[in-house]
T-cell receptor
Framework: KQEVTQIPAALSVPEGENLVLNCSFT??????LQWFRQDPGKGLTSLLL?????REQTSGRLNASLDKSSGRSTLYIAASQPGDSATYLC???????????FGAGTQVVVTP | GAVVSQHPSRVICKSGTSVKIECRSL??????MFWYRQFPKKSLMLMAT?????????EQGVEKDKFLINHASLTLSTLTVTSAHPEDSSFYIC????????????FGAGTRLSVL
């Protein structure tokens, strides 16, 4: 069974620093990998989707890499801002129908 | 982007009552919707996959008679928590997969269920 782990569980950085969030998964036979943002008591917002054949995706200040062979993905957020404070979830797509296996998330606080 | 509306956002009920949660895709058709449950500071746990016009597929350990799922149209799926008990208190989130899309899902804002 696919297991997804996110380290660290929580992270606090001063504004302007770059953020590095890690995600690891146990089964390299994935369909895709997604990064989501969740604000307290809210639903999820998709940030980046990486297909299994891709190595990375970029959107603005966000960049996500994928290394299937080592079972790892990293989300980079450049020049962090207080508005980036949220919980970031990594999810592995396990089939073509869209089933996702989520990690427990990394709670990020960016201090002004 | 596409919008998924989930209603209600919060519900408080007495033990033994049933609660219905709706998940609607507002501007796209979704043949597949997913229902998740999230415990505090924990990951989202997939409960079931809901396909329009057919029975839902439940994940191992999820009681299908407890959590009734109906996907009557391409834009609406409902989750009914039957005879709710305090241990059913949780945050429930739905997502809808864009029909014919690149396996992209859009998530509802979630429903906070508190059973007294």
């Amino acid at each position: 069974k696919q297991e997804v782990t996110q380290i660290p569980a929580a992270l606090s950085v001063p504004e302007g620093e770059n953020l590095v969030l890690n995600c690891s998964f146990t089964d390299s036979a994935i369909y895709n990998l997604q990064w989501f943002r969740q604000d307290p008591g809210k639903g999820l917002t998709s940030l980046l989707l990486i297909q299994s054949s891709q190595r990375e995706q970029t959107s603005g200040r966000l960049n996500a890499s994928l290394d299937k062979s080592s079972g790892r993905s990293t989300l980079y957020i450049a020049a962090s801002q207080p508005g980036d404070s949220a919980t970031y979830l990594c999810a592995v797509g396990t089939d073509s129908w869209g089933k996702l296996q989520f990690g427990a998330g990394t709670q990020v606080v960016v201090t002004p | 982007g596409a919008v998924v509306s989930q209603h209600p956002s919060r519900v408080i009920c007495k033990s033994g009552t049933s609660v219905k949660i709706e998940c609607r895709s507002l501007d796209f058709q979704a043949t597949t919707m997913f229902w998740y449950r999230q415990f505090p500071k924990k990951s989202l746990m997939l409960m079931a996959t809901s396909n329009e016009g057919s029975k839902a597929t439940y994940e191992q350990g999820v009681e299908k008679d407890k959590f009734l799922i109906n996907h009557a149209s391409l834009t609406l799926s409902t989750l009914t928590v039957t005879s709710a008990h305090p241990e059913d208190s949780s945050f429930y989130i739905c997502s809808a997969r864009v029909q014919g899309g690149k396996n992209i899902q859009y998530f509802g804002a979630g429903t906070r269920l508190s059973v007294l």
